[in-house]
Structures are given as structure tokens and as C-alpha cells.
């Protein structure tokens, strides 16, 4: 299983609405991060996770609060959202070890409009 | 700090063409260097990669060489198809790290 799935697929919210995002991998991997992807840009880097720890926080918005429940999942909670956090929001993984020069495997990405 | 360059898209190119999307990096060590893909409306997939000086990535008929002296990664395929349309990205990862360097992507289109 190469996969990195994340549900839901779309997401439409509103700027009270409590939501939140989920992202599961069973490849074993120990790094999950978020990213956040406006159109014709490249990912930006939200958070990483290391070991179930969150390692890197790139000055996000408290609106956005990650949370790894065990080796498996990656949670992005979502709070009084604005409309330019509009965007496609990436999950990705990858190993940790002695080497680090491996990819890192994305899921599909949920598509999030803030109305 | 370290970063990529890529050409600025879009691209467009007739069916059967060749292609090259130019990728150069600075970067302050030894990175490895990768393509991603991303078609209309999905997420990223890696397309090809590389960990060290003259190795050569291939995939699907795409193929990209590590040079460190003129600190490129260029992406090459020989005959593109309509099912290439999509965005291509370069990026850099440095093995004190796990974060990923971005380019800021190519669109590339190919008409029939």
C-alpha cells in the first residue's frame, strides 16, 4: 500500500463552521506534514510531524490546529476560516531514518472553500 | 538559503514533440532533486528523482540528470502526449532535513 488517502475530497464551509480534515498512510512512515496549495502555486508547508510530534509550524493561523493521533493519521481542525483559506490542502508522508533523501508520497488533496 | 528555479510556463507543445522544462537549484550542500506532477484537479504525484551527481531519473518516458557543475535538473521526454498536459514541479530536498524546496511550476499543454 503506497497510498496516502484523504477525506473528504471536497469541502464547503462556512466561516463559523468547525470542520476538520483527515489524512491516513499504512506505509510505516514516520513524517506527515500538511500543505496548503493556492491555484498556479506551488505547496506551501503548514506543519510536520515527526514520531506523532509536531517537529515545525510555519507560523500558521491558530484557526488551524493539527493534531496526529497515532503513526496512521494526520488531522487538520479547522475554526473560523476565512475565504482566502480557500485552497487545496495536502497531506504528505515519508520515511524518517539514517536516510533522508526519499520522497515524500501526497495524497489527492481536499479541496476546501471558505463561504 | 537554498532554492529552484524553474522556466516559466505555460508550455505548449504539439502532440510528438520534444520536451525540455528547465530546473537549476542553489543549494548550500548535496541535495537530492525531484519531479512531481500534479494533472488538472488531483494532488502530487513524484514523476522522477535523483539523490546524487550524474544520476539520471526516468519514468514514463520522462528522464531528468543531476548535474552539479551547472547545478541543473532538466526535464526531458522525446515524444509528449496529449496525457502530459499538466503542472510540473522541481524541487529540492537537503539530507539535514525533511522540507521540501519547491520550484514554482511548469504548465505544460499539448494539443492533438
Known amino acids: 500500500d503506497t497510498e496516502v488517502t484523504q477525506t473528504p475530497k471536497h469541502l464547503v464551509m462556512g466561516m463559523t463552521n468547525k470542520k476538520s480534515l483527515k489524512c491516513e498512510q499504512h506505509?510505516?512512515?514516520?513524517?506527515m506534514y500538511w500543505y496548503k496549495q493556492k491555484a498556479k502555486k506551488p505547496p506551501e508547508l503548514m506543519f510536520v510531524?515527526?514520531?506523532?510530534?509536531?517537529?515545525i509550524n510555519e507560523s500558521v493561523p491558530s484557526r488551524f490546529s493539527p493534531e496526529c493521533p497515532n503513526s496512521s493519521l494526520l488531522n487538520l481542525h479547522l475554526h473560523a476560516l476565512q475565504p482566502e483559506d480557500s485552497a487545496l490542502y495536502l497531506c504528505?508522508?515519508?520515511?524518517?531514518?539514517?536516510?533522508?533523501?526519499?520522497?515524500?508520497?501526497f495524497g489527492q488533496g481536499t479541496r476546501l472553500t471558505v463561504v | 538559503g537554498d532554492s529552484v528555479t524553474q522556466m516559466e510556463g505555460p508550455v505548449t507543445l504539439s502532440e510528438e514533440a520534444c520536451l525540455t522544462i528547465?530546473?537549476?537549484?542553489?543549494?548550500?550542500?548535496?541535495?537530492?532533486l525531484f519531479w512531481y506532477v500534479q494533472y488538472p484537479g488531483e494532488g502530487l504525484q513524484l514523476l522522477l528523482k535523483?539523490?546524487?551527481a550524474d544520476d539520471k531519473g526516468s519514468n514514463k518516458g520522462f528522464e531528468a540528470t543531476y548535474r552539479k557543475e551547472t547545478t541543473s535538473f532538466h526535464l526531458e521526454k522525446g515524444s509528449v502526449q496529449v496525457s502530459d498536459s499538466a503542472v510540473y514541479f522541481c524541487?529540492?530536498?537537503?539530507?539535514?532535513?525533511?522540507?521540501?524546496?519547491w520550484g514554482a511550476g511548469t504548465k505544460l499543454i499539448i494539443k492533438p
Open positions: 504528505a508522508s515519508s520515511p524518517l531514518g539514517h536516510t533522508l533523501n526519499t520522497e515524500a508520497f
Open positions: 506505509m510505516g512512515h514516520r513524517a
Open positions: 510531524y515527526s514520531y506523532e510530534k509536531l517537529s
Open positions: 528547465n530546473c537549476t537549484y542553489t543549494a548550500t550542500g548535496y541535495p537530492s
Open positions: 535523483a539523490t546524487k
Open positions: 524541487a529540492l530536498l537537503m539530507d539535514s532535513n525533511y522540507q521540501l524546496i
